[in-house]
């Protein structure tokens, strides 16, 4: 499939006091993706955060007990995501979620959702300061590409789009579209992953899609600020933005942002674009670097 219609959700936190409460908020933002003709749904990193409010505060305000208390709901969490995918046949990348390991260590894992069930998944690679020191959730080690009914997928999630290595090795195995959940509480950080998602998307000549958490959830011990617009990114050159965004969301709303993805722009714009940033990668390694005292 050389062309998809993709949703990219800017997300706000909710709180809940009963199960039925999360479903309905997730029925409605699929449903409405799909009924605009989306078949390819992205949301972002840490929304499932959102369910520890089922809890009660003492554990969302805790940020140990929380990760706990979540695996009590993950195959719940999973079978909605499963169904919603099937029901209005699209494909879904969930919201990020802590998952519990065998080692008893979590990590924070992105599933791709299709009509036939749970497709693959991918862990976050590089972890920040507040994952490392405050949360202790462990980072990944594989970088993975997914093959799907639209093509090969990759997934950076949020921190990850900062590094270029990550990307450029999925797209060397052949992922056009690279899917960036992400979750950050300032400006600042919104924009990190921002330059990050517009380089990934003009070295490599691919789209890059940012799903963003959105507004406050003060009860929440680690979701309470939430800051971005989600965005399309593309690469820079004939027949694309001239900024590299697509679209991109309004500021002051929850909201999905669309745009029609055509993969034989992609291949056009690497075969006959002004520059080739994607072929000439690797004249960096040919390159002589300064000397070292």
Partial sequence: ???????????????FAQ??????????????????GA???VF??????????????SVYKDLG?????????????????????????VMILASSFPVLQSDGSFRNRANLYGVD????????????????EQWLIHAGQDIKVIDTDIGRLAINICYDSEFPLIAHQQVQ???????????????????RVRIGCQARALENQCYVLQSPTFGEALWSEAV????????????????????????????????WVYADLDLNEIARVRQQGQVFNYRDWPLQNTLRGPKLD
């Fill in 65 to 89: 007990k929380q990760l706990h208390s979540m695996q009590e709901v993950y195959a719940d969490y999973e079978a909605l995501y499963s169904q919603l995918a099937k029901q209005f046949d």
């Fill in 39 to 41: 078949k390819l749904l």
């Fill in 173 to 191: 195995a052949g992922a056009d579209v690279v899917l960036v959940p992400s979750c950050t509480d300032t400006q600042a950080g919104f924009y």
């Fill in 117 to 132: 069930g749970l497709i693959d998944y991918q862990d976050k690679l590089i972890m920040t300061r507040f994952e490392n």
């Fill in 19 to 36: 199960w039925f409460e999360f479903e309905d908020k997730l029925t409605q933002w699929v449903s409405q993706a799909a009924k605009n």
């Fill in 224 to 255: 309470d600020v939430n800051t971005g617009r989600a965005s399309i990114y593309t690469p820079v050159d004939y027949g694309f933005p001239d900024n590299g965004i697509l679209t991109e969301g309004a500021a002051d709303t929850a909201q």
């Fill in 1 to 15: 499939m050389s062309k998809v219609k993709a949703a990219v959700a800017q997300y706000d936190i909710g709180f």
């Fill in 44 to 57: 972002p990193e840490y929304g499932s955060m959102e369910l520890t409010s089922l809890f009660g505060e």
